[in-house]
Structure formats: structure tokens, C-alpha cells
């Protein structure tokens, strides 16, 4: 009943209710795997991310075949800034239910993230596990480039982006990334090639655009820059 009462509340987002109404239950039944769910989404809306913590981790030690609970816990954890153990969460998730989608969607949201951030190690490690996940993806592989030029891994970058492409050769992404480290390497003839390629398939790729008008600069054709 208190339970139930506690994700009412928490649905009406009257806080202070719905948490009276969680240690309730808990005291009532300290196993009450629900009530540490629940309790952990109400925390974690409220900012108290230790406590959430704990009582998502009471939630997957109690059902631990349950996919929602991993993935929750790994929302908390993220912003903990446990990365690895938020990355492990969603991995858990998605390997108990295949179906679920918001674990591979975390887990792109957290390297993207990570990217952006600066932490190319973090980062690095996520898109690897999406990859893992999902070894039949371009779109996976053509991410996993980013993450690897980031960490420093240029050989290796390149080697994912041909891969995407021997998945998909109409990967747009993975063509434009492609493009864009061999600029960075200097190869700006074999750049531009790869970049035409994209707007062969989609001609308004806007990123493979910006790159083609920056090989045009180094090149000293303005008058195609300007195009």
C-alpha cells in the first residue's frame, strides 16, 4: 500500500509525501525492491544522488534480472560521475533485455558526453561498448572513430570507419569522419574524396560541407570555398 502511495505521490510530484510514504514502506519491509526503486527515481529528481545510489543498488541486489533497475541505477551513477559503473549499468541492461532501447541510448548520450567533456579515456570505453553491443552497426562503428581519434588512436580510426562503411557504404557519418581525420593527418587529396562520397549521398550533409570548404582554404580555391 505505502508503496504504492509513494510513486503516486511521486507522479504528482508532491516530493515530501511520496518519500514519507517510501520509508514507510521500507520500514515495514526492508526488502521491498519496488520501494528502493522508486525511491531511488524520487531522489534522483530531488538531487540527492548518494541516496539514490543506495537505493538503486538495493534494487538491482534484490532483482537483479530487472533491466529498468540497472538502467536507472545507471542514470544515478552518471551523474555521480561513475562513469565505468554507470557504462557497466547500461551494458547489464541491455544484455537482459534486448528489446529495451534507453540502455544503447544512455550509453550514446554518456560517450557523447564524455566526448565533448574531454575525457577521451571515459569516452573511448563507452563507444567501445556500444560497439560490443551492437558489432553490426555503422552507425556504432562510425562513433567508435570518434572515440578512437580522440584517445589518440589514428590507425585505429580510420580502420572503424572503414568498417562502418563495409557494413553500410551509404553511411554518411562514417564517410564525413572518415574525411575529416585525414584532413587532420594531412592527406587532404584522399580527404576530399572521402567527403564527396558523402555528398554523393546526401548533399546537404552540413558537416562534410564545412570540411570540403575547409580543404578548399588550405588549398587556396576560395572561389569553391565560397560555394
Same mark, same amino acid.
Given at each position: 500500500y505505502f508503496c504504492n502511495l509513494g510513486e503516486a505521490y511521486r507522479v504528482l510530484h508532491d516530493l515530501p509525501k511520496a518519500e514519507r510514504a517510501f520509508r514507510h514502506a521500507l520500514e515495514l519491509d526492508p526488502g521491498a525492491v519496488d520501494a528502493h526503486g522508486n525511491f531511488a527515481l524520487l531522489l534522483q529528481t530531488a538531487g540527492r544522488?548518494?541516496?539514490?545510489?543506495?537505493?538503486a543498488d538495493r534494487a538491482v541486489e534484490l532483482r537483479p534480472e530487472h533491466a529498468e533497475s540497472h538502467n536507472n541505477r545507471g542514470l544515478i551513477l552518471q551523474q555521480?560521475?561513475?562513469?565505468?559503473? +554507470?557504462r557497466e549499468a547500461f551494458v547489464r541492461a541491455a544484455n537482459l533485455k534486448p528489446t529495451f532501447s534507453a540502455p544503447?541510448?544512455?550509453?550514446?548520450?554518456? +560517450?557523447?558526453?564524455?566526448h565533448q567533456q574531454g575525457n577521451p579515456a571515459d569516452a573511448l570505453a563507452t563507444f567501445a561498448a556500444i560497439v560490443e553491443l551492437q558489432p553490426?552497426?555503422?552507425? +556504432?562503428?562510425?562513433?567508435?572513430?570518434?572515440?578512437?581519434?580522440?584517445?589518440?588512436?589514428?590507425?585505429?580510426?580510420?580502420?572503424a570507419c572503414r568498417r562502418a562503411l563495409q557494413i553500410d557504404p551509404r553511411c554518411?557519418? &562514417?564517410?564525413?569522419?572518415l574525411g575529416m581525420f585525414q584532413i587532420l593527418q594531412g592527406k587532404l587529396t584522399e580527404? *576530399? &574524396?572521402s567527403l564527396q562520397q558523402a555528398l554523393n549521398i546526401r548533399t546537404d550533409a552540413v558537416d562534410a560541407l564545412l570540411n570540403l570548404a575547409s580543404i578548399y582554404v588550405r588549398t587556396s580555391r576560395d572561389a *569553391?570555398?565560397?560555394q
Open positions: 544522488f548518494d541516496e539514490a545510489c543506495f537505493h555521480l560521475g561513475r562513469f565505468a559503473a +554507470a544503447r541510448q544512455n550509453l550514446e548520450r554518456l +560517450a557523447n558526453t564524455l553490426n552497426s555503422a552507425p +556504432a562503428w562510425s562513433n567508435y572513430s570518434v572515440g578512437l581519434f580522440g584517445a589518440g588512436h589514428d590507425t585505429e580510426a580510420l580502420e554518411v557519418d &562514417a564517410w564525413n569522419n580527404a *576530399e &574524396a *569553391e570555398a565560397e
